[in-house]
């Protein structure tokens, strides 16, 4: 899983393809936003929540009266401020990883 170097455990490597992992993800929201704008209102890949079925009926009261688009652009948005808290989080863990290996360095602990 990870590349010992000397004492020393090699994140580079896994967070380089977390980074690109992100960077695929974001370009691949950006190329359905732009799929999703050229195709009618009838289908498209959101067409699933405006279509009446069981997602639509769990929506709130106050959704219920917004148009078809407009709730593709409220769910565009949540799904795009989900994206961003889950990349910070990835972050914050990344860092935790290497205090924690510090923290281990100084106690020799499993090394």
């Not at 219920?64 to 961003?84: A, Q, V």
Request: glycine share 8%; net charge positive; hydrophobic share 25%.
């Amino acid at each position: 899983m990870f590349k010992k170097k000397e004492k020393y455990i090699d994140l580079s490597e896994r967070m380089r393809k977390q980074q690109e992992r992100v960077e695929d993800f974001k370009s691949n929201i950006k190329t359905e936003n732009k799929t999703e704008s050229s195709i009618s209102s009838g289908g498209g890949f959101f067409s699933f929540f405006g279509g009446g079925g069981s997602a639509a009926s769990t929506a709130s009261a106050d959704s219920s009266s917004d148009s078809p688009e407009e709730r593709r652009k409220k769910l565009s948005k949540k799904l795009s401020d989900m994206t961003t808290k889950m990349e910070d989080l990835e972050n914050q863990i990344y860092h935790l990883k290497q205090r924690v290996e510090v923290l281990e360095r100084k106690q020799k602990i499993g090394y």
